[in-house]
């Protein structure tokens, strides 16, 4: 690991001081900033493109824009050991191309399928996002472990040239490459919208008149506001469970990086299990009862995080957070998609949920932060989170099944 000096300093345990165009910023602070500070553009962004992509029927160039400036930016951390700055850089790009193409990704559901198949969908489309991340996950940790850069660690030399910088082309060539069978696949203007003049101020104004019509959905935004606090609990508990448990799980020597390693592919594994069982359940429950089982068992799993201290133990609370991941994720982007009014706008709509999940990114970790920072106990960060499980638990009490009866 000695090419990523720079790199390491970056990741969970001892903080540091790191140079940023000149700046002298501590470590973990400063990915949190750069994260932070993308997930409010995109929140930004997100709703005014929506817009001008639902006047013009241009929902899949926009998602193959920011697909493309996701992978490519994912490749420039290749050169991440050369310069950080460069590296936060790439980063900031690749969570802005990331998170933006979804807004157009998930807007095409309701135009692709019909309502009682939006669960199944879901379902399966998350469950694929996970498998194929365990897949390319373990390839790029078996070519690292069998470099010379870990000098033999695991007595395998198939890939002894690999350079772990590899990895993130990879992932970019992998994210490139996997996405031309969406492009191909996805209709390109389903409505078959012209491109007229002033179509900016008409982006604009269509998204005025959507939010508009968003205010008098009572059952979508009862079921928005549920799903802000819930999800902000979810986003917060996967971007920080890294830090807790290499802080607060009793490893042993040695063993924490492949524990987390270990903890990591039993998320993905089972979220996809979890993706496919919740839709099931929301088949015999209904969706909103279904959400309601799935954020109690989020609640109680904080809880216990908040007692846990041994690796059996972590992997235990793992394969609990990894069910109810994929199951949460993919059980609300259906019910939101399924209580969508009859509607050309979907790529607006769907940016309102996309902006609220960003904005609760930014409100869970600066909540996490603010928390820690009083107590300096990570164990009462994670438990705190359970105020957001609780408030959208409450809401979802107030969402209709049906909308003429909100």
């Not at 029927?57 to 920011?66: A, I």
């Not at 936060?88 to 690749?94: H, R, T």
């Not at 469970?241 to 990591?264: M, N």
Request: charged letters at 15%.
């Amino acid at each position: 690991m000695e090419r990523f000096p720079e790199r390491d300093e970056l990741l969970p345990g001892e903080k540091v001081m790191v140079d940023f165009f000149g700046m002298d910023v501590e470590n973990q602070l400063l990915i949190t900033y750069i994260l932070s500070f993308s997930f409010l553009v995109v929140s930004v962004l997100s709703p005014l493109l929506s817009g001008i992509a639902d006047v013009v029927g241009s929902k899949k160039r926009f998602l193959q824009f920011f697909c493309y400036l996701g992978s490519f930016a994912c490749m420039g951390l290749y050169f991440f050991n050369q310069n950080i700055s460069l590296g936060m850089i790439s980063i900031f790009l690749a969570s802005i191309g990331f998170w933006n193409s979804l807004v157009f990704y998930n807007a095409y559901l309701p135009e692709i399928a019909e309502p009682k198949d939006h669960d199944k969908i879901s379902a399966r489309g998350f469950s694929m996002g996970y498998f194929g991340a365990m897949i390319l996950l373990i390839l790029s940790l078996y070519m690292i472990m069998s470099s010379d850069e870990t000098n033999g660690l695991y007595n395998v030399s198939i890939a002894s040239w690999w350079r772990v910088e590899y990895s993130f082309i990879g992932v970019g060539i992998w994210w490139l490459g996997f996405s031309q069978i969406t492009f191909k696949a996805l209709p390109l203007n389903v409505y078959n919208r012209k491109k007229e003049k002033g179509y900016i101020w008409k982006g604009f104004q269509e998204l005025k008149v959507v939010f508009q019509e968003f205010r008098k959905t009572k059952r979508l935004k009862r079921f928005l506001m549920s799903f802000f606090f819930f999800n902000t609990g979810v986003q917060t508990v996967m971007l920080m469970a890294v830090y807790f448990a290499k802080e607060e799980i009793e490893w042993g020597p040695g063993g924490g990086d492949t524990g987390l390693i270990v903890s990591i592919l039993l998320i993905q594994i089972l979220a996809a299990v979890g993706a496919f069982v919740m839709s099931r359940a929301s088949g015999l429950l209904g969706n909103i009862n279904t959400l309601k089982i799935v954020v109690a068992l989020w609640f109680v799993l904080c809880v216990v995080a908040y007692f846990i201290t041994t690796p059996v133990e972590f992997y235990l609370l793992a394969a609990g957070v990894g069910l109810v991941m994929g199951g949460v994720q993919a059980l609300a982007r259906s019910t939101y998609s399924k209580f969508l009014p009859e509607t050309k706008d979907h790529a607006s709509y769907f940016s309102f949920y996309d902006s609220t999940e960003k904005i609760g990114i930014v409100l869970g970790t600066f909540f996490w932060g603010l928390v820690y920072g009083i107590t300096g106990d990570l164990r009462d960060s994670v438990i705190s989170i359970t105020i957001f499980f609780a408030l959208g638990m409450i809401f979802l009490f107030f969402v209709p099944q049906k909308e003429k009866e909100a």
